[in-house]
């Protein structure tokens, strides 16, 4: 090396920078990313290489914290309550809102290929852990509620809630933590020691600020030669109702009939002992006393094609595992979709916009009773 | 990419805090054996560990031990121990399956059972640095006596990965001064030189993927962006890999101890001979010093030179992956080389008078126009200057095509390769 600068001056110059860098990240928040809040949507996801952190969720929520008493209603889960196939201008958590009126605050956390045991739970535990009337609005498949933490694409953000403290305490779930973290793939051990570093050094905090705002520094292949864009220069891509007229239902008919056979269960199965254990140890009891799990339930595009009897044995599987989910201390676990019609859909799964206002009417009820039980409203 | 892993950061961060606390030359020897383990158990299990280790005890003790026969038997050891990791199941499903599908079949069915799981981390680097050290011992090197000392040469871990390769003669006296006495300033240019490959890194990644949306475009584009997507191509190696190699050297300048170089601006060469002075220099050392020369090197004429080369080249090429096409990339690069030699072999006939040569015998055009308009005119040094950008230009060209065959299955790359011609 031709230029080798003295080594003190060298090493305490590295050490304020990087001190510089890290308490930059621990002040700069997303504001402005708080602010025009409706979801993470494509390009603020992991899909186009953007994670989003426990503390950018963190803002999101606090945002909505307004000088009012206000019910949080907490929206997680995977596409289909993130609301893939309707606008944002359309989605159905905006009708939710709207339903349930100003005394409500709806917040849509839900990811693609998500699950309610990734953002939408960190947003409403750190909300009780602060002490505010909180309603979790949860979306779960047929038979699984939580994702396995050692696979999900959101791992990094639970395991920087964890070790941000903004989840609630619960053992079993630190337990997993813990050993996935020393124990778990090779990914999963990465996610967990790089949130570890990151809650005290706010690096990916920083990124994510300046990502958001000015610049993004890593090409993707769904942005292709927009990569380098801040992704606030990104609208969210979801589509309009016409510009679904010729996108729904595309699909291989057999294969998306393989899935929906594929997730029929007799009550008797031994599985549902190992999914209700793994949502028993990903959900605080805290938390799932103030859940209303909502069961996805496929378009009756197939799940018609089905025999009477395979249709019966698909509908009282999404009725068991609500069932089971009671059992289990959700305060509530409900089937909305079950008079939803193929309109109502635009896929096997995703609702279109007239199955989000259907999904909005039914459970806004519920959310008011619950709020009411839990002695949120007087 | 290991050093760009969490896991590492925490392993460099304990290893380097151990250390710079521990100022006993003989205790940091042992902090750098236990880092080498830790970092191949960790990264590569025990299938790595035990490999590595074995074969670093048969190496040592066939150095102590000495004899012709016992060091060449070592040698064999190692190269067999690589072959059989490495190539077992190229050599059996790729070569003979093709071949003689019922033979390869059968072959296959009585192999498969007996083939590794998986290949030990970096055996392609030690072993080939295990090879070094044994050869260099018969031709008479005084071999390594402590066992520390080898197992330190054997198992440190900045060059582990991904080279560059070592020479013990010149590792020792490293390691001997970095253990006493690492500066403030090797610390500072170690920080520097890891920077530098971050950056590198950074680069060659945002690069892969945009090669790899590129790639399933590449006939749909024009002329112009298939060429710009070979230049991409070239740029994401050299980034990548030259980053990697600043890392792991900046990670031993940090412990005091220097090790070599691997890359010298390789794409301002101005033919395949100076590529190759250029790229990957501790290879391309490794492959002159035990295989060019042994075979005979330049020494038995011209026809035995090419084939020298030529043979030297495929398993280079080889070295890189267990595949047709790396051997194919060897023997395109074998012919190139060839090709400058003989060119290089035509100017000596010129009879000039070569003291009047600037010494930069890779240049070969240039070297013409030297050796033809002595002394040197300013119209001579304007041609001259010509000259070696075409010289350069065909070389970028030559190694850019070189990379097609490098990265994709033969028929694609030499689909590839037309279009960069053909629209």
């Known amino acids: ?378 | 990419m290991i050093f760009l892993t969490y896991e590492f950061v925490g392993f460099a961060l304990v290893f380097f805090s151990l250390y710079y606390l521990i100022h006993n030359p003989t205790l940091r020897m042992a902090i750098l054996v236990i880092g080498g383990l830790v970092f191949q158990f960790h990264y590569g299990g025990w299938v790595s560990v035990v490999p590595v280790l074995v074969l670093a005890g048969v190496t040592f003790l066939a150095g102590r031990i000495g004899g012709r026969r016992m060091v060449t038997g070592a040698i064999a050891v190692c190269v067999f121990t690589l072959v059989f990791y490495k190539y077992t199941a190229f050599i059996v499903i790729d070569s003979i399956g093709t071949l003689l599908p019922d033979f390869g079949s059968a072959l296959r069915n009585t192999v498969q059972p007996a083939l590794p799981a998986a290949i030990p981390l970096g055996i392609s680097f030690f072993t080939f640095e295990f090879v070094h050290y044994l050869t260099d011992v018969r031709r008479g090197d005084r071999p390594i006596t402590r066992l520390r000392e080898f197992l330190t040469f054997a198992l440190f871990w900045p060059t582990m990965v991904a080279g560059p390769i070592k020479r013990y003669q010149q590792f020792l006296p490293a390691l001997h001064e970095g253990l006493a006495r690492p500066t403030a300033q090797d610390a500072t240019i170690g920080l520097m030189r890891i920077a530098i490959g971050l950056a590198k890194k950074w680069a060659a990644d945002n690069l892969t993927g945009w090669i790899d949306y590129i790639e399933p475009q590449f006939l749909l584009q024009d002329r112009t962006w298939r060429w710009v997507f070979v230049g991409a191509l070239a740029a994401r190696i050299l980034l990548d890999f030259s980053g990697y190699s600043d890392m792991a050297i900046g990670f031993a300048r940090m412990m005091g101890i220097a090790v070599p170089e691997n890359f010298n601006w390789p794409y301002l060469a101005r033919s395949p001979i100076e590529f190759w002075q250029r790229w990957h220099i501790s290879l391309s050392l490794w492959i002159r010093d035990y295989i060019y020369i042994p075979l005979g090197g330049s020494r038995l004429g011209l026809p035995r030179r090419v084939v020298n080369a030529l043979t030297a080249m495929v398993l280079c090429g080889l070295w890189h992956g267990a595949a047709w096409n790396f051997a194919v990339w060897g023997l395109y690069h074998g012919g190139g080389l060839a090709l400058a030699a003989l060119m290089q072999g035509g100017i000596s006939r010129l009879r000039i008078d070569r003291t009047k040569l600037v010494p930069q015998p890779a240049s070969v055009g240039a070297a013409a126009v030297r050796a033809v308009l002595t002394p040197p005119s300013l119209h001579a040094r304007l041609l001259t200057a010509v000259i070696d950008i075409v010289c350069w230009a065909g070389t970028m060209v030559f190694v850019g095509i070189g990379w097609l065959l490098f990265f994709y299955p033969l028929e694609k790359a030499a689909h590839m390769t037309v279009r960069l011609f053909i629209q």
Do not use: C
Request: proline share 6%.
């Open chain 1, 1 to 378: 090396m031709r230029f080798t600068p003295a080594p003190l001056p060298f090493v305490t110059g590295l050490l304020l920078g990087l001190l510089t860098l890290s308490w930059l990240g621990s002040v700069v928040e997303s504001t402005r990313l708080a602010e025009s809040f409706v979801r993470f949507h494509m390009w603020l996801n992991v899909e186009s290489g953007y994670f989003p952190t426990a503390r950018q969720i963190r803002a999101v929520v606090k945002r909505r914290i307004g000088p009012e008493p206000t019910v949080h209603v907490i929206v997680g889960g995977s596409s289909v309550e993130h609301g893939v196939g309707q606008h944002e201008s359309l989605i159905w958590t905006r009708f939710l809102q709207e339903h349930l009126g100003p005394e409500f605050r709806v917040t849509n956390l839900a990811q693609r290929a998500g699950s309610s045991t990734d953002f939408g739970n960190i947003g409403a535990e750190l909300l009780l852990h602060e002490g505010r009337p909180v309603i979790y609005v949860a979306g779960s498949n047929m038979t699984t509620f939580s994702m396995d933490i050692r696979y999900s694409f959101y791992r990094h953000a639970m395991f920087d809630a964890w070790h941000r403290g903004y989840l609630l305490p619960w053992p079993p779930r630190d337990q997993l933590m813990r050993d996935v973290a020393w124990r778990g793939p090779s990914a999963a051990r990465g996610a967990a020691l790089g949130s570890l570093l990151d809650a005290y050094l706010n690096f990916n905090d920083l990124w994510n600020f300046v990502g958001y705002e000015y610049a993004n520094s890593n090409w993707n292949r769904l942005l292709a030669e927009r990569s380098f864009d801040s992704r606030a220069s990104f609208p969210d891509p979801d589509y309009m109702p016409e510009q679904y007229a010729n996108l729904r239902y595309l699909s291989d008919m057999t294969q998306a009939m393989k899935i929906v056979k594929d997730q029929i269960l007799s009550p008797t199965d031994p599985r549902w002992q190992r999914t209700l254990a793994s949502t028993e140890q990903m959900t605080p009891p805290r938390l799932r006393a103030v859940t209303l799990a909502m069961i996805d339930l496929d378009s009756p595009y197939y799940v018609d094609r089905l025999d009477p009897i395979e249709r019966e044995a698909f509908v009282a599987t999404a009725y068991e595992h609500a069932r089971r989910l009671r059992e289990i201390g959700f305060r509530r676990a409900e089937v909305p979709a079950i008079d939803f019609t193929t309109d109502d859909y635009i896929d096997r799964t995703h609702l279109s916009v007239s199955g989000g206002q259907k999904l909005a009417a039914k459970i806004a009820p519920i959310v008011r009773t619950m709020a009411t039980e839990l002695g949120y409203l007087q």
